[in-house]
């Protein structure tokens, strides 16, 4: 398989990834319903994948890095889809919340792995594109599992809306079989590791951790990240709750109008922040930082007069704007990290992205606005998270300073 085959397989499996993690928020009014749940409970289930897939991500990481990146790919694939497939047979809150906790640690093995291959593939130029790629799976996968989770819970119910989204995970994992995985050091036997213990696993576990503490470029790619994570991916969860609520929509109606407009700006924003990155890079080594605060300054600042709108003509233009805007980040920001980390240990910094962003982005978001949502309403609850998105968006702008020097510094190292 050719990377650019790999590329496409892992793109699909991304696009997966995003359908089977948000193809509950669809599912959010019904489960209310059938299940007896608060609006709180309902963003737990949320924070509940996050919180898993940021606890799973740096392990995953490691083992991506001392072993084969194709085998945590493969794990993590036949690991959500077992336990998306599980969670439509579940007959209470907590077991559906163990449910989606596992899934987002299926999610993470794989997004981690992922990203460093495809980072291999492309070492270099058109990498941020390579990114983008990836990435369309986030909007695309975002919006279908939306658009899918609203029109078969209409038709068969949210049980078999979960079982569906479930199988073609099991043929993605046996295709990752034949992912091209270079080799970058020799992979450790099982044995060797019971053989190390804990203190030589510490000793791969440290130097990435390190390199993160000490690349400035890292700490406010990392710190953004945790804010545009809060404010992005809890738009997603909450807006088909937000759209039946406030503008009187059926769950399947509402995600029908998300997937229809969503699909496209989803896929634009992402394929055109990597493209907007690859070519400002010819003229500035600061290109991928300008682009992704670019798009969540002008993305986020449409979603704020987005959740003030409740005429239908104004809300779609509006929201594809934005969500056009707030898609353009996913490539460059991946790309940047790969760009200052050494290849040897880019899983494992990887990893240790998703885990600090999910953690302390939108594992709180999730539950946060629920509980501002049984307080204040929903419509007022929601405006924190484009807010939180615009500060991302500064945030990064620290990394023009310091981006150009992690580069150079990093060329003796590869």
């Not at 080799?183 to 130097?207: N, S």
């Amino acid at each position: 398989m050719t990377p650019y085959l790999g590329l496409g397989l892992l793109a699909v499996a991304n696009l997966l990834s995003y359908i089977v993690r948000n193809v509950i928020f669809a599912l959010f009014e019904p489960l209310k319903h059938d299940l007896h749940l608060a609006d709180a409970q309902l963003g737990l289930l949320a924070s509940a994948y996050v919180f898993a897939f940021s606890l799973a991500a740096l392990p995953a990481g490691v083992i991506g890095d001392l072993r084969s990146r194709r085998g945590v790919v493969i794990a993590g694939v036949l690991l959500w889809s077992t336990f998306t497939l599980a969670s439509g047979f579940v007959t209470s809150f907590g077991w559906l919340l163990l449910c989606r906790a596992l899934v987002g640690a299926g999610a993470a093995a794989f997004g981690a792995a992922a990203q460093s291959l495809v980072a291999d593939y492309f070492p270099s130029r058109g990498r941020a594109m390579a990114m983008g790629i990836l990435a369309a799976g986030i909007a695309l996968g975002g919006v279908v599992g939306i658009w899918l989770g609203g029109h078969l819970e209409l038709n068969y119910g949210w049980r078999m809306a979960l079982v569906a989204v479930s199988v073609p995970g099991f043929a993605i994992a046996a295709l990752s079989s034949r992912l091209p995985d270079p080799l970058r050091q020799p992979p450790v036997r099982l044995r060797t590791w019971l053989a190390m213990g804990l203190t030589t696993i510490r000793d791969y576990l440290v130097p990435p951790l390190l390199t993160v503490i000490r690349t400035p470029t890292l700490l406010y790619v990392f710190a953004a990240g945790a804010l545009i994570s809060f404010g992005t991916n809890g738009l997603v969860g909450w807006a088909p709750t937000f759209m039946a609520r406030e503008l009187g929509l059926s769950v399947a109606k509402g995600a029908q109008l998300l997937g229809t407009y969503g699909l496209g700006a989803g896929i634009a924003g992402a394929l055109c922040g990597g493209f907007v990155a690859d070519w400002l890079r010819r003229y500035t080594p600061t290109a991928r930082v300008i682009t992704i605060s670019v798009g969540l300054l002008i993305g986020g600042s449409l979603a704020i007069w987005l959740l003030t709108v409740r005429d239908l003509e104004v809300f779609v233009p509006v929201f594809t704007a934005s969500f056009f805007f707030l898609s353009w980040f996913n490539g460059p920001i991946s790309a940047t990290i790969f760009d200052v980390v050494p290849a040897r240990i880019s899983t494992t910094v990887a990893g240790a992205y998703l885990l600090f962003i999910h953690l302390v982005g939108d594992s709180i978001a999730f539950p946060l606005v629920g509980t501002l949502s049984d307080r204040f309403g929903l419509h007022r609850a929601v405006l924190l998270l484009p807010i939180v998105a615009i500060l991302g968006g500064i945030v990064v702008l620290g990394a023009l300073r310091t981006v150009q020097a992690d580069m150079r510094r990093l060329q003796p190292a590869t």
